[in-house]
């Protein structure tokens, strides 16, 4: 029987499980060949760098305290920007700033988020233990409007789906890291996640899809790769669902706003679900005099749809605006929906091994714990 330090292991897929799994199994002292189709490292997790705008694939935040990141110690080595936790809900004609007292101290009294009773009681469902079988709205719309025109509408862009679609007990993880942690993002956009990790990989080869596990020179094998490659390399049945959304990028004037925080809608007037100036908060996502933002939708919506409610959300006619570009991600998330739990064992046969965000939770921290647990798993084979 081989050592583990002998064994030769690959990893097919270079997003944030392939790459943890391949620096678990280096640092046992494994020799590891990392399989990627596409050009780049990073998956879901990508940068694209357009007429001096930086456009994340996706909008999506960092939480530099997820304990994966902790472990990896990778946020130094990514110039991280952080963002405010605080959000702006739009209701009626005007703004409400909600989030973290320590920024906004006199937010949380203003009733039309829910009364200063209803958030006390909030802070009782984070630390208590959801049942299982319900969703995540079942849980809180007992807090009125709190849930319909704060949480609601924010965890639907955590989510990409609408929170009754979601399990209590594995959204309640979801929900609990954003209230306790410190989101941000690198100045040169999140694609520098990956890539920093990538560094601490050996041997990576890029445009390299892997359609059959047969004929791979390796003594085991990780299948990191999206949810619906994996299905088909490893035959899984019965597999999430995916939430789809798309990440629209307007050019707007200056002058429209000095906001750096999530702007989301307490009405639902329309398809967006959150809209932030987004080089308000990281100067370098546009070039110099200019303002980038990023707004999300999940369902199908025109670009003169989601301009019309912007222009409802920010006050402002849209006319001047510029679209930079569009993303649309049809598989975005995994939907864990109603009594579906994270962390399942990894392996499925011998030698064979499985990891990927749909495997422990819908987030980077998921998916590189994912990666982590099932290289384990393989050294402990
Ligand atoms: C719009 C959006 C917003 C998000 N927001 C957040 C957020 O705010 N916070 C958060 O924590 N998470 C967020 N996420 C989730 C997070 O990005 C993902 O959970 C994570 O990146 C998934 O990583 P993964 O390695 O499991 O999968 P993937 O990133 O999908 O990686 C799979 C890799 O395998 C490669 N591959 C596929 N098939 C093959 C093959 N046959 N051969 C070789 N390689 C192959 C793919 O090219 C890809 O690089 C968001 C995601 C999206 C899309």
Redesign the pocket.
Known sequence: MKSVSDKKVAV?????????AAITLQDAGCEVDV????D??????ATDLIDGYRL????????SR?PELLRLDVVRELNFVEASRSVDVCLDEAIVTLGDPRENPFAALNSATGSIFTKLRFIGYLTSTSKQGRSVEDELSQYGDLYQRVLKPFLSG?F?TSPANVDAVSGKE?VR?FISGK?GLPAHG?GEL?KALAQRVRSIHLN????SLDGLKADAVIV???????A??LDIPNVPKLAS?T?WYHEVPIEMTLSNRLLIDGQSRGPVINSIAISNMVPSYAPIRKTLLSS?TIEFASESEVRRHLAIMWGVSTSEWALIAK?E?P????IFGLGKQGIQSAKVSENLFV?????T????????L??RLAAQELLLN
Do not use: C, H, W
């Open positions: 097919i897929g270079a997003g944030l499980a392939g790459l943890s399989y990627e189709s596409s780049r490292v990073g998956g879901r997790v994340d694939r996706g909008f999506q935040l960092i939480n997820y955590v990409l979801i890291s989101p999140a990956p390299t899809r892997i359609d990191a790769a999206d949810l619906t490659t994996a088909q390399l959304s990440t999300t993303y991600i598989k975005s998330l995994p990891a990927g965000d749909y495997r939770a819908p987030s980077q921290n998921g998916a590189l994912s990666g």
